[in-house]
């Protein structure tokens, strides 16, 4: 007997969701049922499975109910039948619906046969007659119009196929002409290099040593690197980074410190504000604090040590425990983690578990000391947010406004903040409240972040109905509506720059992080737009700025890292890794960058101007 296991069945489900639509349902059954660690074909499965197979199983079961053992007609049997009926009753059941509702009609038939021959005798008999034998000839008609049809879509399919064929053939000879155009090309470059290299030797032996260019040499080597590597029919970093042509933007892997012990892909990571400490979550269900003390180049030879801190007790077919959110308090004594089976921990600097924090019924994916650290906010896919008292490790107040889940959650000062949901709305909360002390509606899709400006009057939020919003406490609707991406908005940042911060004297900036593969840098006291930061080639995941607010580092699902400098707009450093970016942050001299990968690893770059 065929059957379907368990693990198919998840992937049937698992494709109907994003087929529907159902992104975050999707996500979250993706994780818990370890889709992405499946073996099966996604080539072989055709959309709309799922319920091709519900119903192929609907037709089974009228099937296995007309097998009865009567000697009633069984051709139409299935018309008795409710498709809910199939679900719930059992053969003998559906057997005996299907016989009443026959012995009904054959005695309704038996009546109305008996009415009529008592009425209308034998001239009725003929007409019943005549007209049998027109319904005959009738269905003969539509059978020859039927195998009419038949014959034309058959016709049209053999000249669809002849048709498809010849595109075929045209797609395969035009790619031919571009590869034969492209190694000629290739041949032109490598002649013209040749020529260009006997020049160059021509004019050493004319000129001294000293006169050749630092910044030439170094470029020649970076782009060597990436000849060796195969790389070279890509973009070279040279292309996104078109003014600074006679220096490399490439970090160089002397500058790179990769943290490796990992085993599966790193969501998040966060520089401790006070020391060298940084940490990573992980979908094997740890956390890890890393050491990464000096440059790099003193890193190659002696890792840099880390601690690990597990989430799980040992028992491998645990619920699974992805760590998913991180974050630091304000003196970084303690880090806080948010993990996928909705339990939220507390850890010391070394890697002790301090306390467990467990209310939620369902992931958090949103976690956040507020700045006098006795208080802990965790958003989560149960629809609500808790606010945690830190010194007893008890839930302080739970808020359950919205109606779907929670996907960020961030502080206005120690005691109110913002919550917002895949339910279109935003919450602006109050310890020791009942109800929102205001509510933001505007948004025409899930709101993916939230953050306050530095002096917690402005609100920024991002929405899949690709705008990025500001609001203020002074009014219902919003102060700005920013509309110049083409696609889903997935973060938004503010600058440490203006009123509140240690950069008083420059302009406030907000940047805004999009699936249209660009980052928007946004004016907000004029409400414009001041550049549109295009080097990326994927869905940009995460933004961040520098402690100064000069430079913007971008992860993208590209597995680039680019660095930006804000007052220019260009590129002035990037990095290519082996896996899409889910973060980037800045340690607080700003002089390192972490990046955590899709392949399990977290980066660290030295970046210096």
């Known amino acids: 007997m065929i059957s379907i296991t368990s693990a198919e069945l998840n992937y049937l489900i698992f494709r109907y969701l994003n087929e529907s639509g159902f992104a975050h349902s999707a996500f979250a059954l993706g994780y818990e049922a370890g889709i992405n660690k499946s073996t099966i074909d996604a080539n072989l499965v055709p959309p709309g499975a799922l319920v091709t197979f519900i119903q192929k199983g609907i037709q089974y079961l009228e099937l ?92 049209e399919r053999i000249e ?38 006997e020049k160059e030797k021509g004019k050493e032996k004319e000129k001294p040593f000293e006169d050749i260019s630092d910044a030439n040499n170094i470029g020649d080597e970076i782009n060597g690197r990436f ?39 790193v969501f998040a990571c966060a520089w401790n504000p006070t020391g060298s400490l940084l940490a990573s979550g992980s979908g094997d269900s740890t956390a890890r604090i890393w050491t990464v003390e000096g440059p790099s180049s003193s890193n190659i030879e002696n890792e840099p040590s880390n601690v690990v801190l597990r989430h799980f007790k040992g028992r491998t077919n645990e619920k699974s ?17 948010g993990s996928y089976d909705g339990q939220a921990r507390i850890w010391s600097r070394t890697g002790d578990l301090i306390s467990t924090l467990n209310k939620h019924k369902g992931p958090i994916f949103s976690l956040k000391w507020n700045k006098k650290g006795d208080f802990l906010l965790s958003g989560s896919v149960d629809k609500t947010a808790i606010v945690w008292d830190v010194k007893t490790g008890e839930w302080r107040q739970q808020f359950e406004f919205h109606t779907a889940p929670a996907l960020d959650v961030d502080w206005r000062n120690n005691t109110s903040f913002a919550t917002c949901s895949t339910d279109s709305m935003i919450y602006v909360c109050k310890v020791g409240e009942n109800r929102p002390i205001k509510s933001f509606q505007g948004h ?25 919003k ?23 940042r503010w600058s440490p720059t203006g009123p509140g911060t240690n950069n008083p004297n420059q302009q406030l900036v907000l940047a805004s992080a999009s699936f249209d593969s660009t980052i928007k840098l946004w004016d907000v006291e004029a409400g414009r737009l001041l550049q549109s930061l295009d080097g990326h080639r994927d869905p940009v995941y995460s933004v961040a700025f520098s402690p100064n607010g000069e430079y913007l580092a971008s992860g993208s699902l590209d597995k680039c890292m680019h660095v930006w400098s804000v007052k220019e707009a260009k590129i002035v450093k990037t990095f290519s890794g082996n896996g899409g970016i889910f973060e980037v942050c800045w340690n607080k001299e700003g002089d390192k960058i972490a990046a955590c990968f899709a392949n399990n690893v977290v980066c660290v770059l030295d970046f210096r101007m």
């Open 470 to 492: 500001i609001w203020t406490m002074k009014q219902d609707t919003c102060l700005l509506d920013l509309r110049e991406h083409s696609k889903e908005i997935y973060t938004v």
């Open 321 to 337: 425990k992805d760590v998913t959110t991180l974050d630091w308090n304000v003196d970084g004594t303690l880090l806080a983690t």
């Open 64 to 155: 296995e109910a007309n097998l009865s053992n009567d000697d009633l007609d069984t051709d139409e049997d299935f018309q008795f039948l409710h498709p809910l009926d199939l679900i719930t009753k059992d053969v003998n059941e559906l057997r005996k619906i299907i016989k009443d509702k026959k012995e009904n009609i054959q005695k309704d038939k038996g009546k109305g046969k008996e009415k009529e021959i008592i009425v209308n005798g034998r001239e009725h008999d003929r007409a019943v007659a005549m007209e049998k034998e027109k319904e005959l000839a009738r269905e003969k008609e539509n059978e020859r119009q039927q195998r009419e049809k038949e014959k034309e879509r058959d016709r």
């Open 444 to 468: 025409q899709g899930e709101v993916n972040a939230i953050k306050w400006d530095p002096t917690g009057s402005l609100l920024a939020s991002c929405s899949d109905d690709s705008t990025a």
């Open 160 to 197: 669809k196929e002849k048709e498809r064929e010849r595109d075929r053939e045209r797609i395969e000879k035009e790619k031919e002409r571009e590869r034969i155009e492209k190694e000629k090309e290739r041949d032109r470059e490598r002649a013209e290099k040749e020529k260009e290299k």
């Open 227 to 265: 000849e060796e590597n195969g790389t070279n029919t890509g973009p070279e970093p040279m292309d996104i980074c078109p003014s600074l042509a006679s220096l490399p933007c490439e970090i160089p892997d002397s500058d790179v410190t990769v943290l490796e012990g990992h085993t599966s892909e």
